[in-house]
């Protein structure tokens, strides 16, 4: 099967921009989380998908939003882009909850 | 928050040696899993232990988990410098209002493996 892949790999934006980030699961998995990886903060769970129902939430402000598709892809989107948003923003995907999380490459987000 | 918390964060070996690394969380888990990340990548999963297991391997890696102490170990026997890569541990759980599942991740522990 083929892994979870992430589209673009790498974003600059400036601040008070938008973006929204993709990530396609792998084949038959339900469940897609997002996360935000920086140096200073580590890994944060940003929220997760289940068949198209955001069922877990982080504690990130409503500037982050997603969704997911009948495919079960998922996008993520982050308005009025800040300084602080530059990461590298991970999707990974699962059979369902409390199973292994396959990661994607990553989305590196520069915010200048 | 039942954040994994591995330690130590830094960790610089010789080819061949063993390498462990800890990871230590505050709540009941229902399993506990391991992750490598070579730099600035996706993370690999390496291992999944669940609550009822003590002990598991696969190929050099060998994890523990002891649920009375809330702490897990990773061993990377006979080290390559090829392992050289972050790891973290990651726990699942229900949250305490019951049924949510909220994964949350260590700070990681940096491996350097000098060939």
């Known amino acids: 099967k083929a892994g979870v892949t992430q589209t673009p790999r790498y974003l600059i934006k400036t601040r008070g921009q938008q973006v929204t980030l993709s990530c396609s699961p792998i084949s038959g998995h339900r469940s897609v989380s997002w996360y935000q990886q920086t140096p200073g903060q580590g890994l944060q769970f940003l929220f997760e998908?289940?068949?198209?129902?955001?069922?877990n939430k982080g504690n990130f402000p409503g500037r982050f939003s997603g969704r997911q598709f009948s495919n079960s892809r998922s996008e993520m989107n982050v308005s009025t882009l800040e300084l602080g948003d530059s990461a590298l923003y991970l999707c990974?995907?699962?059979?369902?909850?409390?199973?292994?999380?396959?990661f994607g490459p990553g989305t590196r987000l520069l915010v200048l | 928050s039942q954040q994994g918390e591995e330690d130590p964060q830094a960790l610089s070996i010789q080819e061949g040696e063993n390498a462990t690394m800890n990871c230590s969380y505050k709540?009941?888990?229902?399993?506990l899993q391991w992750y490598r990340q070579n730099s600035g990548r996706g993370l690999v999963h390496l291992i999944l232990?669940?609550?009822?297991?003590r002990e598991k391997h696969s190929g050099r890696l060998r994890v523990t988990l002891d649920t009375s102490k809330k702490s897990s170990s990773l061993l990377i026997t006979a080290s390559r410098a090829a392992d050289t890569a972050s790891y973290f541990c990651?726990?699942?759980?229900?949250?305490?209002?019951?049924?949510?599942?909220?994964?949350?991740f260590g700070r990681g522990t940096s491996l350097i493996v000098h060939p």
């Open positions: 990974a995907s699962s059979e369902d909850r409390l199973e292994t999380q396959y």
């Open positions: 709540t009941s888990i229902n399993n």
């Open positions: 998908y289940f068949s198209e129902t955001q069922r």
């Open positions: 990651a726990t699942n759980a229900t949250s305490s209002s019951g049924g949510s599942y909220i994964p949350t």
């Open positions: 232990i669940r609550s009822n297991e």
